[in-house]
Structures are given as C-alpha cells and as structure tokens.
C-alpha cells in the first residue's frame, strides 16, 4: 500500500471518530435529562416546576391595614384597607401620606399589631417606618412596606391589623425636600 492510500485511510478513521464524538456530545443531553428527571436531581430543563415550599398555600390571612396621625397636620392613609396572603409570601402594600402644613415637617412612624401576638410573627423587610420621614410644604408621599407573614404563625391566628401611627419629631431639624428622606 501507498503511503497516500494510507493517510487517506487514517484521514477518514479520524474524521469518523470526530463526527462519532460530536454526535455522543448531543445525544448527552437527552440521556442527561432522563438521568435527572428519574433521579430528581439538578434538573435544569424543567425549573419551571419549582414551588415556593416556604409558602403555605392551605392557609390564607387577611392583613388589615390602619394609619393614625399624632400632632401633625398630614394625611395618611393605606391604599388598600386590606389585603388577603398566604403565610411566607413576600407582600408589598403602599400608603399614602401628605404634609397639608405650610411648613416642612419631620415625622417618625411606629408600627403596633394586633393582635399582640401577631408581631413576633410579622417580619418587615422594607418600610418607611424604618427612618425619619421629612416633607416639604404641601408635599405627597408613596411609601411602601415589604413584609411576610411567618408560616409559624399560629392556626387560629386568621385576621392580623398592621396600623402606623406617625408622631411629630419636633426636636429634628426637617431636610431640605428630596433629602434625608426614605422613600
């Protein structure tokens, strides 16, 4: 035999075990996707399955939602008197508040619930209660809270009440408007 008969022979022994190589790397993906979904490991193709299982679907809380002013002339106000949830659901309500003075005015919100109980079990992680709120003559206001209902939460707990009440905070000097302010 030729040496040229023979690279050519090698040339196509080669180019066969590359296309064979090429073809086992897509047939992987199916067999990897058998493989998972009868394991139930690390199936990335079918993510759109997964569940929240932090959420407790079986039971569902009507949150009241209350505002008070104390010494300020604002209003305020949720924007929504209540909302229905699911314990471990992560939920955002809005209120509205509004400096009818004609001066600027600093405020502080405090949160209270009912019942008693129901604060060890309502976790905020987002509110305007969090920090002073300045604002300006005439000023309005959308302040969001972000907040889940612990699933710990006892059974015959089915209506919770957050209420804020702002109180003036007369020894803080008010900022300038669109400073020092959480929003």
């Not at 399955?49 to 569902?60: G, K, L």
């Not at 002339?73 to 992560?90: D, I, K, N, Q, S």
């Not at 209660?129 to 300006?136: N, Y």
């Amino acid at each position: 035999m030729s040496r040229d008969t023979e690279n050519r022979k090698l040339l196509w022994k080669l180019v066969t075990i590359a296309c064979a190589m090429f073809g086992f790397g897509f047939a992987l993906v199916p067999f990897y996707e058998q493989i998972c979904a009868a394991t139930g490991i690390n199936n990335l193709f079918n993510s759109g399955n997964a569940v929240n299982t932090q959420i407790d679907s079986s039971r569902t809380l009507t949150v009241e939602l209350d505002a008070n002013i104390n010494g300020l002339p604002w209003r305020f106000a949720p924007r929504e008197r209540t909302v229905r949830v699911h314990p471990g659901e992560l939920v955002q309500v809005a209120y509205m508040v509004r400096n009818n003075s004609d001066r600027p005015m600093v405020g502080q919100a405090v949160p209270s619930y009912g019942p008693q109980l129901a604060g060890k079990y309502f976790k905020k992680l987002d509110c305007f209660c969090f920090t002073q709120q300045t604002l300006a003559p005439g000023e309005a206001r959308v302040m969001p809270v972000l907040f889940v209902i612990d699933p710990a939460m006892p059974a015959e707990v089915g209506t919770v009440t957050l209420s804020y009440t702002f109180f003036e905070l007369k020894g803080a000097a008010a900022a300038p408007a669109g400073r020092g302010n959480a929003s």
